[in-house]
């Protein structure tokens, strides 16, 4: 049986864990370990109870298991190189990769410097914790895998066939890189305004938030067309990057987006990976992007806030 270690125990890593325990060997690895049985809740209602074997990056380090097939960095987008470190010596370099992290950041860095293929997915399945033992599986999606320079699509083709064996839909794709961008664009427009807000996304189509979203996008427009991004087709014909943000905010309306819930948490967001590029290329390209600027120093504040409290 193929393994596959998951690192990173939170919902996505959880609800992969689950799925795939059925059809390959599989164990959670986080900083702290996990009661063994693991319930899930599907999107059809049904509870299931599963073994999930947990490790620790310290029990890996002295016990030397037989190192996965596959290794799966299920992580926020900050901790993901970190994370990868913590296990790297219990790895062989060359064990395949898959990078599930929001924004573009880890995934370029980690490319450029593992020495075995690297996958990257993004995905749009649904999932949260209810504590240390259960994730709810809130709704289907669809994911895509694909690696960065297009070198390794026989393992892509693969991935996907085992995910959507396991219930997990998923396509290989020779664009991941434009996919992963777009995503990180809605995610732009949505997600701080959010957290900083304290509102559900479908409150942002309120006069009070709306003209922001709109500046925000025309900023993201701009750098999406410097990158060579285009906005993914909505079906109707109508490909711009503001119908797809209010579509989107359309389709998530009572959401707590992520940013918003890892605020209310008091946990460091994901502005980095999602804001970072886009302030990056900005600069790069010679773009203005005070909007985008604006929204990241707000929330480097409020983390900053809380993080002082917490210390
Ligand atoms: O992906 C999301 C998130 O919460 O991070 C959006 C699209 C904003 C939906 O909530």
Redesign the pocket.
Known sequence: MTTHWILGPGAIGRLLAHSLAPFAEVALIGRRGFPAQQRLMTPEGEARTQRLPSLTAGQLAVDAPEPPALLHITTKAMSAEAALESTANSLPSTTPLVLWQ?GFLAQPRITQTWPGPVLCATTTEGAYLTGDDGVVHAGRGHTFVGDLNNRHGELAETLAQTLTQAGLTATAVTDIRQRLWQ?LA??AA??PL?ALNGVR?GELRDDAYAGRVVAVVQEVAAIMLAEGIAPPNNGQGGASWLALVWQ?IEN?AN?????LQDIEAKRPTERGAILGPLIESADRHGLACNTLQALNNEIAVLEASYSRTLN
């Open positions: 929001n995503k809605v995610n949505i997600n959010v996304n989107v998530t959401n707590k987006a992520s940013m």
